[in-house]
């Protein structure tokens, strides 16, 4: 693994913007940051030099935490190339690190999806994207709220399911998003909080005091928010209201400007603040292809433009990449570069428990995305190895 330099660029993390600096890696870590004029004082003969262009930005990797797919691979193939194919396209958008998210099925479908994802882990090369673990994405929902899940799969919670797919996920499962009405004794709720995987209110019809309740007995997080989910009333606050309401509860947002007005991304920022959302893609297998027809858990989902949907309308998933997610936050809520950091890449991290990811600082593992001029992606380093140069794809 080579020791390089970067040289005379601007480094945002979610709590500093360090102008004219120098980041040092070595052995896939970040080994030292400082100021640009000091940098031959730790530059070696061994010392790989790259020099930013002038309005070039250094940002933490992104952490996508509910991706299904992205050209023509899906998690639920339950097949190797499929996640390689996923963890080799990622960087591109400047996505170091995900969970390969599942979607309501069968659970025999879900069962192999899961065993592949656990054998996929065994072996991960750096430079790819970095599977962290799986997102278990029902199938513990409420029918009437199954968006784009199967409803003819869908099901209460049950603890001993959980637990056999746990294991056949060899303790992979770090992320699990239900209805919380369909685990009425909070059982599941509690078996997780417990076994710390993070507990997310998903495709449900609750109301205001049951998602207060359910985040008493541990759900700490919204999956996309205003999706699939009760809404915004005056007299019947629902999950939506909780979700904004509730400090405890961090939210997820796909900021594609399709899921979500731009405007409601706003008052969800205005109300969170940085700290309490994560930027999400959703994606699906078709994220990079054409207009076209395509598979998602069984079902035909059309797509045009940044648009996939059902045969109904139903939006199925989305064709949004973090890069873009991380523009139009910018653009929908005139936040700063730092807070965009923070909610794509830091948030995610510290909701994993993850103490080595989500920030440029030394002893960080080196996952980290240079972005241009007009803020996309140039390069990106995936635990300190070269993953992705702009004009340089295969």
Not at 129 to 154: D, R
Not at 225 to 248: E, I, K, T, V
Request: aromatic share 4%.
């Amino acid at each position: 693994m080579e020791e390089f330099i970067l040289r005379d660029v601007t480094v945002v993390n979610p709590d500093s913007t360090q102008e004219h600096a120098y980041v040092l890696v070595k052995n896939g870590v970040v080994t030292a940051i400082g100021r640009d004029s000091s940098a031959e004082e730790v530059v070696t003969e061994a010392t790989v030099q790259i020099k930013a262009e002038p309005d070039d930005v250094l940002i933490p990797g992104m952490i996508d935490v509910h991706i299904h797919g992205t050209n023509h691979a899906d998690v639920m193939d339950g097949t190797p190339e499929a996640l390689t194919a996923i963890a080799e396209n990622l960087p591109s958008e400047g996505t170091t690190s995900f969970l390969a998210t599942t979607i309501t099925q069968h659970k025999d479908v879900i069962t192999r999806a899961l065993e592949n994802a656990a054998t996929f882990a065994l072996n991960q090369p750096a430079g790819r994207s970095e599977m962290l673990g799986i997102h278990l994405e029902g199938p513990f929902f409420t029918a009437e709220k199954a968006g784009a899940q199967p409803k003819e799969y869908v099901r209460p919670a049950d603890t001993a399911l959980f637990q056999q797919w746990q294991q056949v996920a060899r303790g992979l499962i770090k992320w699990v998003s239900l209805a919380p009405e369909q685990d009425p004794d909070h059982a599941l709720i509690r078996f997780l909080h417990q076994n710390g995987i993070v507990t997310a209110a998903a495709h449900s019809n609750a109301g205001l005091e049951e998602i207060n309740e359910s985040a008493e007995n541990g759900v700490s997080h919204v999956t996309h928010l205003f999706n699939g989910m009760s809404g915004l009333h005056h007299r019947d606050p629902g999950l939506a209201s909780a979700a904004l309401l509730n400090r405890s509860l961090t939210n997820e947002i796909i900021a594609d400007g399709v899921h979500v007005h731009p405007s409601m991304v706003d008052m969800a920022f205005r109300m969170k603040g940085a700290a309490g959302l994560l930027l999400i893609t959703d994606s699906i297998r078709a994220k990079c292809l054409q207009n076209g027809r395509y598979d998602l858990g069984g079902q035909t989902v059309t797509v045009e433009g940044n648009r996939p949907y059902l045969e109904d309308g139903t939006i199925a998933g989305s064709m949004l990449k973090m890069n873009e997610a991380l523009i139009n936050i910018m653009a929908f809520t005139n936040c700063s570069w730092e807070e965009a950091a923070a909610m794509a890449s830091r948030n995610a991290a510290r909701k994993l428990g993850l103490s080595r990811k989500g920030e440029v600082k030394e002893g960080m593992d080196a996952d980290m995305v240079l972005l241009d001029g007009n803020q996309e992606v140039r390069r990106t380093w995936c635990r300190g190895v070269p993953a992705y140069e702009k004009g340089k794809e295969e």
